[in-house]
């Protein structure tokens, strides 16, 4: 588009000897500066230089022949500012775009990690909970153990205590015998033979 522009003002420049160029272009140029806002990111060197542009195409100060000239550099800073603002807005697209996938990738990944966390810890509470109840089943076992052997040792107790209950009547027995009979024993307190 910009080359067909500039073969147009080359033909009309060719025409030089006719008659000046008509005011009509100027107000296409400045309806095109219009059309097109400066970006933002521009820095003070193309404000500077569209300001000089802007006061060369000034008709009272510039003479018909290089109006067609100016009017050729304006057109190409023209065409030069679209295509800078076509590949800013493509780039910014892009970046957006690079953004917006790392982005997803992002959540997809925090989604992941949630995910095997929330596994591990559903199974570890699940070992915690099979270690309690095993270990509830061990302190029950640990338990009926000890209550057999309390009751294992009563019963000894209860045994002993019998045996000594019969021994003593057995020795009242004895004694009570050896009084009547008037005898004396014969192992004396059990060490004396």
Same mark, same amino acid.
């Given at each position: 588009?910009?080359?067909?522009?500039?073969?147009?003002?080359?033909?009309?420049?060719?025409?030089?000897?006719?008659?000046?160029?008509?005011?009509?272009?100027?107000?296409?140029?400045?309806?095109?500066?219009?059309?097109?806002?400066?970006?933002?990111?521009? %820095?003070?060197?193309?404000?500077?230089?569209?300001?000089?542009?802007?006061?060369?195409?000034?008709?009272?100060?510039?003479?018909?022949?290089?109006?067609?000239?100016?009017?050729?550099?304006?057109?190409?800073?023209?065409?030069?500012?679209?295509?800078?603002?076509?590949?800013?807005?493509?780039?910014?697209?892009?970046?957006?775009?690079?953004?917006?996938?790392?982005?997803? %990738?992002?959540?997809?990944?925090? $989604?992941?990690?949630?995910?095997?966390? $929330?596994?591990?810890?559903?199974?570890?509470?699940?070992?915690?909970?099979?270690?309690?109840?095993?270990?509830?089943? /061990?302190?029950?076992?640990?338990?009926?153990?000890?209550?057999?052997?309390?009751?294992?040792?009563?019963?000894?107790?209860?045994?002993?205590?019998?045996?000594?209950?019969?021994?003593?009547?057995?020795?009242?027995?004895?004694? $009570?015998? /050896?009084?009547?009979?008037?005898?004396?024993?014969?192992?004396?307190?059990?060490?004396?033979?």
């Amino acid at each position: 588009m910009g080359q067909e522009e500039a073969k147009k003002v080359v033909v009309e420049g060719s025409t030089e000897g006719a008659a000046p160029p008509p005011k009509k272009p100027e107000k296409d140029v400045a309806e095109e500066k219009s059309v097109i806002p400066p970006a933002p990111e521009e %820095k003070a060197d193309e404000l500077k230089s569209l300001a000089i542009v802007e006061k060369a195409t000034d008709p009272s100060t510039v003479k018909s022949s290089s109006t067609s000239i100016d009017r050729d550099a304006v057109l190409a800073r023209v065409e030069t500012e679209k295509k800078i603002s076509l590949i800013r807005a493509w780039e910014e697209s892009e970046k957006a775009k690079a953004e917006n996938k790392a982005v997803k %990738k992002m959540s997809a990944i925090t $989604a992941w990690e949630n995910a095997k966390k $929330a596994a591990i810890e559903a199974e570890l509470k699940k070992m915690e909970e099979d270690l309690e109840k095993k270990k509830a089943e /061990y302190a029950e076992k640990m338990k009926n153990k000890i209550a057999i052997i309390h009751k294992e040792a009563e019963e000894k107790r209860a045994i002993v205590e019998a045996k000594r209950g019969e021994d003593i009547l057995k020795v009242d027995e004895i004694a $009570a015998k /050896y009084r009547a009979t008037g005898l004396t024993p014969k192992k004396l307190f059990g060490c004396l033979g």
